[in-house]
C-alpha cells in the first residue's frame, strides 16, 4: 500500500478505537452507578467545569463539560462509576441541588432524590 491509504486506515483506526472507548465508558457508567451532590470549584481550561464530591469518606475531584454551570460554590447531582468514582463521574443535570435535599448517604443515592 501507498502512504496516503496508510495514512486513511490509521486515520480511520484512531476514530474507531475513540468512538469504542467513548461507548464504553458510558455502558460503564450505565450499568453500575450511583448519585451525589458535587460542588463546583471553579473552570478548567477547554471549557470545563471543576467539581469535587465525597463517597464514603473520600473526596474526589473531575471535570466536565459545563459552561452553564456556576464555577465556584453551587451544587449539582453527579452521577459516578460505584467500583472507583476516581474513573468516572459526571454532573447529570444544569439545575442547582434544591435546598431541600438534604446532605447525600455516604454512598450516594441509587437515584436522584427529589423535595417532598
Same mark, same amino acid.
Given at each position: 500500500m501507498d502512504k496516503t491509504k496508510w495514512t486513511w486506515v490509521? /486515520? %480511520?483506526?484512531?476514530i474507531a478505537f475513540?468512538?469504542?472507548?467513548i461507548f464504553e465508558r458510558e455502558w460503564k457508567l450505565e450499568s453500575n452507578h450511583?448519585?451525589?451532590v458535587a460542588v463546583t470549584t471553579g473552570y478548567g481550561s477547554g471549557g470545563v467545569v471543576n467539581f469535587e464530591f465525597m463517597?464514603?469518606? /473520600? %473526596?474526589y475531584r473531575r471535570s466536565d463539560r459545563g459552561l452553564s454551570l456556576k464555577s465556584r460554590g453551587?451544587?449539582?447531582?453527579?452521577?459516578?462509576?460505584?467500583?472507583?468514582p476516581s474513573?468516572?463521574?459526571?454532573?447529570?443535570?444544569?439545575?442547582?441541588v434544591p435546598n431541600c435535599i438534604g446532605e447525600p448517604p455516604p454512598n450516594g443515592w441509587a437515584d436522584i432524590p427529589s423535595c417532598e
Open positions: 490509521l /486515520i %480511520l483506526f484512531v475513540f468512538l469504542f472507548w450511583r448519585y451525589t463517597v464514603d469518606g /473520600i %473526596l453551587a451544587k449539582y447531582f453527579v452521577k459516578y462509576y460505584t467500583p472507583d474513573v468516572l463521574a459526571k454532573i447529570v443535570s444544569s439545575d442547582e
